[in-house]
């Protein structure tokens, strides 16, 4: 018998099936209709994989740069990132290849040039004149380890700090070392006797551009001659330096120390510190000593002509004592001291000035502050400090982000209506000025483009992503639908207080203006856009499911109640003699329950909570997370996959339609063959929705069904008293005829407990009217229980048997002890479902390799699910930091090896799709459907049909049922789209919206005004369409209606599809996909040819699998935890990049000298300049040591540092307007030339006639 099923399992898995489980072969060439013979335009030079732009807060950063007069900023981070920001709209990314961390950035003030030095002891000169800037050249030092760097202003001679002392000289423009080198043990007196360290500063004297200051760990100080090779004088001090700063004078010289001191040093007298403070270090009255401070790495000394008294900016240096005292950014100016308290590390900070000159007045306006996992901007020009309103998206991180969703060609009056109640949003006061950092030039602008993004703490942001920006507009608090959780001792506590609102899922319609927010809490919010404000109550709905972890009874687990086991818990079924065992409070502490707030509340304009969905178990917990998701405005339903069950529900009226096993949906022959009986059977027309809601009397009914079919009912319920008259161990009865082999009496023991596996349970909101659930005539159910009460004799004799029966057989108990075991409190359900024997017999262990071994393990560890194997007896807790956790993969390959039995236990619904299409292969014209696709591969379809109201119920009623047609793909199904007889994608109808504050049409009803995309030659609608379903694996293109597999490609055989999406790009549609393995790949429709198969990004984070996702010709994906990268795979956005990118540098001219005044230029000490090139030249200095470093020329050139370039065709336009200008220039110089020519002979002409004039004259006639 056993290998009877697995035959049988093979016959009926091998091949796609059609209707009824029938065959659906791709059709032989020559026999597509010629209506089909759809013309492809697109090609493999269509597609080409790049990356665009990134979006976000550099990741782990460094180093801070800035340029005073391009007003652009740089920042280096660790894993060799560097981003270079402007103006909005003016954000670059850089990467090293080498992926060495960023140690320091260096500007090239006003030359469109940055130099960084890098961990692997390496510089780079990177050219700014181009949109992706380039590395011009780099030097790789062998022996010495790099500490510090300096570039004068107007300088090409870059000084490099070692952390063995010395000071190297580096040639910008070659790029070379010179002979010029100033050894620590010259640097320091003679009789010091031990090494002063590394270099941590270098600079040059404001006034004297001769001398050069060099500052050791150690805390000395020397200033050394360039020209005499000597130092003029040294500064020792006890305390380490960490950092100093001059005064724009040359005068005084500030050093910060690691004992939490300023020191100030005259230049005069260098013997001691001129002042030395403890900013925050409070004399202790005892002792008189200072208290410790902890170190003060940076400090900024300028100066101001508002204000004779200087501005002192410093991080750190707090005292000891204070615990828990946050980081804090200190400014001192004159008397005032002000701290300002950060929420993260201070990784570096600058102060801004409006002059480049060191040796001027600074006149500082700004402190551009770099935090671990932020980037403020502190305005120094008013009194209090405020900070400057961040133009980049600088907190996309502030809370993790779970998901993601693109969406191009949005609506044009959609953004600025979403960024007006952004506004409202903001709370915090920022300053009134402009954004300091204002460099650059935008790109060209693009169509608009909104990014969804959702959020660990259930927040939803809306993104404007239009010209390569990425702009908050508008945020949505999901934590505001439910009321705050209790915080509780224990385990629980924690989960609570961590994230229970986490965001697995977003569905966003931006013409109907739907929004659907799924959780990991097992609840999906359905939002409304609304203009105004508005006080309404959010009607919460609750769908009760079967906990699907209820498979094996045991002594161990006999007393648990089944409802108390975890159901995210998706393990294996349990080998015999290792049964699951579980405790209640490792369960409970799992997942937090949300309650919703029962109360009117009031909402802000924007999209307003309208109802909510929680699935949750028999007993009221959280219940198994939801697969997928669907929602449609034009039909007013809303559909969720919650594990093997699928929930539908009509928003419109907040009602349930029906909630079922997956199983229940499609016909199995060897499902039907095991059904243990059969009663009396219906017609379709006598069940419904209503029907059930009469039936029951309880405010939630609980209706028991047999694995295969739905129940139908009986109007003559059992009687309690007679159900508890009932013998518990009564033999079921066979209610097919006597001939038939296939009925086998069955002993009580014997009887299988997962023949009762579903429970469908519907809410009194059903009984809203017309509401009905219809049923197919090959799908014919017959009734098992209801609220835990057997209608039939047969079923209540097998009921009260089956589980006592195993119950004794384990505990040893029999008679009225196993009744008591097996009886269930009011509300509960009847028995716990026990995993038959064919599938205990088959499921073979998953060996636990590297990596993710199929794709439903890697989106277990995705999604937080924990899997429970026989040796785990808690569940992970429900937690998004420690979701990460061990996995157990399994292989849902539909070969003989799985019976029918295993085949449903692991069956789920993957992906849901509302459409309009055939139903059935007998349908004239499309109708509206709902497409599910499975873990298994099974596609099925769903009718949906609308009937207009009556006089009395002005409500239209939905009928929703299953319509036989099942198709088979190999893989789990993620992507269902539509698309006509051209080849053009047909979108799902929707529903435009409309302001509900307008005058409502009373007749509008279901019937409203409807967007669908139809092809114009499509005259007849009943022609057909096509759909594409994409699974993990492979893609088929199926015929409507004739449910025919037009064409199939396998996509991956090692691999599998991570997401999928059939998307328009260049006036044609395609499907692209992305892979496990990395892979970006494409294929054209509907004839599923090949385009692009390019290995882009290896599968190095789930981090990456969760977010990615396309759009367009475009994708994105959170690269980091805090940033977003967007790609594109259209050859054409490639081609155009240039133009949509923005300009790092603009030509322009640098500020002139201030004007000192004759007094300070007479009596003042004067600014002595030096010829640097005739001291560090080869001709003077010599050749430095080839040893020493190593010159590796970059992917550009000097000539491209000048010129700037964007191609070949962009040099010669460049070069022929360059020449055309040149011509025109010289063309007015010969003009003037000649002008000035003939004015000069006027001149002399005039002359000589006055010379003869005044020639016989004497001078006293004059």
């Not at 050219?127 to 790099?146: D, G, M, T």
């Not at 090959?778 to 057997?790: A, I």
């Not at 049409?1001 to 007849?1020: I, M, Y």
């Not at 003037?1232 to 002409?1245: D, G, I, L, N």
Request: one cysteine or more.
């Amino acid at each position: 018998m056993k290998k009877f099923r697995k035959v049988l399992d093979g016959l009926t898995t091998s091949a796609p099936a059609g209707v009824g489980g029938g065959a659906a072969t791709p059709l032989a060439p020559g026999t597509v209709p010629r209506e089909l013979d759809v013309r492809e335009t697109l090609v493999s030079d269509n597609f080409q994989v790049c990356k665009t732009t990134r979006h976000g807060f550099p990741f782990q950063p460094t180093a801070l740069a800035f340029d005073p007069i391009q007003k652009v900023l740089a920042i280096g981070c660790r894993a060799g990132g560097m981003r270079i920001l402007g103006r909005p709209g003016v954000d670059c990314h850089c990467q090293h290849e080498s992926g060495a961390a960023v140690l320091q950035l260096q500007f090239l003030i006003n030359e469109g040039a940055l130099v960084t030095a890098c961990a692997d002891d390496t510089l780079h000169l990177w050219n700014l004149r181009q949109k992706h800037p380039a590395v011009l050249h780099s030097l790789k030092f062998n022996r010495e380890r790099i500490t510090f760097c300096h570039v004068p202003f107007q300088s090409k001679w870059l000084y490099v700090g070692t952390e063995r002392g010395n000071t190297h000289i580096v040639n910008i423009e070659s790029f070379i070392l010179s002979g010029y080198v100033i050894m620590w043990n010259k640097a320091i007196e003679l009789s010091t006797k031990t090494h002063p360290g590394p270099v941590v500063h270098l600079s040059d004297r404001p006034r004297d551009e001769a001398k050069l200051l060099i500052a050791f760990e150690s805390g000395t100080v020397v200033q050394w001659d360039l020209r005499a090779k000597k130092a003029d004088f040294r500064i020792q001090y006890d305390e380490a330096i960490h950092s100093v700063s001059w005064h724009h004078e040359g005068k005084l010289l500030m050093c910060s120390h690691a004992d939490g001191s300023l020191t100030t040093w005259n230049m005069r007298n260098t013997t001691k510190p001129f002042q030395v403070t403890f900013p925050h270090g409070k004399t202790q009255k005892d002792s008189k000593k200072t208290e410790s401070c902890k170190p003060i790495p940076k400090v900024e000394f300028k100066t101001s002509r508002s204000s004779s008294e200087p501005f002192i900016v410093f991080s750190g240096g707090l005292s000891y004592d204070k615990a828990g005292k946050r980081p804090a950014l200190t400014i001192m100016h004159g008397k005032s001291v002000t701290v300002l308290e950060m929420d993260h590390p201070i990784v570096d900070f600058l102060v801004l000035c409006e002059t480049p000159y060191p040796n001027e007045v600074q006149e500082p306006y700004a402190v551009a502050v770099l935090l671990e996992k932020d980037f403020i901007m502190v305005d120094l020009t008013q009194s209090n400090f405020p900070v400057f309103e961040n133009p980049y998206p600088m907190d996309i991180h502030v809370s993790p982000v779970t998901c993601t969703a693109y969406f191009t060609e949005c609506p044009a009056d959609l953004i600025p209506v979403l960024y007006s109640l952004g506004i409202m949003q903001k709370k915090q006061t920022f300053s009134h000025k402009e954004w300091p950092v204002s460099g650059g030039a935008a790109g060209a602008q693009t169509e608009p483009e909104i990014i969804l993004t959702g959020h660990a703490d259930g927040s939803v942001k809306f993104w404007d992503a239009s010209a390569m920006t990425l702009k908050m507009l508008y945020k949505v608090k999901t934590c505001k639908v439910f009321e705050k959780p209790k915080v509780a001792e224990g385990r629980g506590s924690e989960v609570m207080e961590e994230d229970p609102y986490v965001v697995q899922s977003l569905i966003w319609c931006p013409h109907s203006q739907l929004l659907c927010v799924v959780g990991f809490s097992a609840y999906a919010i359905l939002y409304r856009f609304n203009k105004h404000d508005a006080t309404a109550e959010i009607v919460p709905l609750e769908v009760y499911l079967q906990s699907e972890t209820e498979d094996s009874v045991s002594p161990a687990s006999a007393d648990v109640h089944p409802a108390t086991v975890d159901p995210r818990i998706r393990s294996p079924q349990p080998f015999p003699g290792n049964p699951v065992s579980t405790t209640v409070s490792s369960v409970r502490d799992s997942a937090p329950h949300l309650k919703v707030k029962m109360r009117a509340v009031r909402m802000p304009a924007g999209y307003q909570a309208q109802l909510v969905i929680q699935i949750l178990t028999a007993d009221g917990e959280p219940s198994q997370q939801i697969t997928g998701v669907d929602v449609n405005s034009a039909y007013g339903l809303l559909a969720l996959g919650c594990g093997n069950n699928l929930v539908l529900v009509d928003y419109l009226q907040k009602s349930l339609l029906f909630c079922m096993n997956i199983q229940e949906l499609h016909s199995d022959p060897y499902l039907r063959v095991r059904s243990p009986h059969k009663i009396k059977q219906f017609s379709t027309d006598h069940f419904s929705v209503r029907g059930l809601a009469n039936f029951c009397s309880d405010s939630k009914k609980r209706i028991r069904t047999p694995n295969q079919s739905l129940t139908e009912l009986s109007d003559n319920p059992v009687p309690p008293e007679l159900e508890r008259s009932r013998s518990p161990t009564s033999v079921p009865h066979c209610v097919s005829p006597p001939n038939d082999p296939g009925c086998v009496p069955e002993p009580a023991s014997a009887v299988r407990a997962s023949h009762y596996s579903s429970v469908l349970y519907l809410l009194d909101s059903v009984k809203g009217p017309g509401r009905k659930l219809s049923l197919p005539t090959d799908l014919k159910p017959d009734l098992d229980h209801v609220n835990g009460q057997c209608s039939s004799a047969a079923g209540q004799s097998m009921a009260s048997a089956k589980l006592p029966g195993k119950l004794s057989g384990a505990t040893g108990a029999t008679g009225p002890e196993a009744v008591r075991l097996g009886r269930r409190g009011p509300g509960r359900p009847p028995f716990r479902k026990a995993q038959s024997a064919a599938c205990m017999e088959i499921s073979l262990p998953v060996s636990h390799s590297e990596g993710y071994a199929s794709r439903r393990a890697m989106l277990q560890q995705l999604h937080g699910v924990s899997m429970y194997s026989h040796d785990e007896h808690h569940g992970t807790a429900y937690s998004w930091s420690e979701r990460e956790s061990r996995e157990s993969s399994f292989s849902r390959s539909r070969s003989s090896s799985i019976s029918s039995v295993d085949r449903e236990a692991k069956e789920s619904v993957t992906a849901l799709h509302f459409m309009e299409s055939f139903a059935r292969k007998t349908d004239a014209a499309p109708s509206p459907s709902l497409w599910v696709g499975t873990s298994l591969g099974v596609v099925l379809v769903l009718a949906v049909s609308a009937s207009a109201g009556t006089q009395e119920n002005q409500q239209d009623s939905v009928t929703m049922s299953p319509s036989g047609t099942v198709l088979m793909v190999k893989g789990s199904v993620l992507r269902f789209a539509s698309l006509d007889f051209n080849g053009s994608l047909i979108h799902s109808p929707y529903e435009v919206w409309q302001d509900p504050h307008l005058q409502e049409n009373p007749e509008r009803g279901r019937r409203c005004k409807l967007a669908v995309s139809r092809s114009s030659s499509q005259e007849v609608p009943g022609e057909g369409h096509l759909v594409v379903v994409c699974t993990e694996k492979q893609a088929k293109v199926f015929l409507m209606p004739a449910q025919t597999c037009l064409h199939a490609h396998s996509i991956t055989e090692s691999s599998f599809v991570l997401c999928a999406d059939v998307v328009s790009i260049c006036n044609s549609v395609c499907l692209a996909c992305f892979c496990a393995n990395g892979h970006i790949m494409t294929l054209s429709l509907p004839s599923l040819r090949p385009l692009l198969d390019g290995s882009y990004l290896p599968l190095t984070d789930t981090r990456i699998a969760r977010t990615f996702c396309f759009a367009g010709g475009q994708a994105l994906y959170l690269d980091s935890p805090t940033e977003i990268q967007r790609i594109t795979y259209s050859q054409e956005i490639c081609d155009n990049l240039q133009e949509l990118l923005g300009e790092l540098f603009i030509p322009l001219e640098t500020p002139e000298v201030q004007n000192r005044g004759f007094l300070k230029g007479f009596f003042g000490s004067s600014v002595q300049t030096l010829d640097r090139e005739e001291l560090f030249g080869e001709a003077a200095a010599g050749k430095a040591s080839r040893s020493l470093a190593q010159h590796i020329p970059g992917q550009a050139s000097v000539e491209v540092l000048r010129g700037g370039a964007g191609g070949v065709v962009g040099e010669l336009a460049k070069a022929r307007l360059a020449l055309d200008e040149r011509g025109q220039r010289l063309g007015e110089l010969e003009e003037r030339t000649s002008h000035m020519m003939s004015s000069a002979e006027t001149f002399s002409k005039h002359a000589h006639e006055l010379m003869l004039k005044c020639k016989d004259k004497k001078w006293y006639q004059f």
